[in-house]
């Protein structure tokens, strides 16, 4: 009994070190940290933009610590962005809530111009696949969700969307973002 109890409790800490050990970058990272990418995304809903350049941001509807601080920031910075009639900001829920119009209200709550934006259970697979997107309910709260907080910046060439930079760090670096985006702009 006592042997069969050791081991199920150094899985669960093995289980629970593997999951600390993927969300760690979004909790612990300081200053600049962006991965560079030219990765041809083909998901529906990512498409249906005319703008040149989408920002994605993954969470949940309601989220007070992460979500909530991290859109608050973009939408400062869109506000004061000179070119942001070419972005389009995209709010993607993982949660799957109750209403499907949940997303877009949550989203629109921190800019009148950011999309919030419904994933069926098929779409949430393939989104989070594509992006690799960690999430997974809270074990403390039934409620929430622990998620990373990845920014990820995609450019629209005809009809193709193309994934170029991942923001890992919060506080976000706005001039990189700036720059990145004038670049794509421009390119």
Known sequence: MHTKFLAILMIFLVLLLSVLISIAP??????????????????????????????????????????????????????????????QVKFLDISQPYDSFLPNLFARSFHKDFRGVYLTETNLRQYTKAFNVYFSKSLVNKYEFDHTANLY??????????????????????????????????D
């Open 26 to 87: 979004t909790f612990f990272t300081k200053g600049v940290s962006r991965v560079s990418l030219h990765q041809a995304i083909e998901l529906p809903l990512i498409l249906n933009t005319d703008k040149k350049i989408e920002l994605i941001f993954f969470g949940y509807s309601g989220c007070t610590d992460i979500c909530t601080p991290r859109l608050h920031t973009i939408a400062k910075w869109y506000d004061s962005f000179k070119y942001k009639d070419k972005v």
């Open 153 to 186: 910046l995609l450019k629209r060439s005809k009809n193709l969307k193309e994934l170029r930079y991942i923001y890992t760090a919060y506080p976000y670096d706005l001039k990189q973002i700036n720059t990145d985006i004038e670049e794509l702009l421009y």
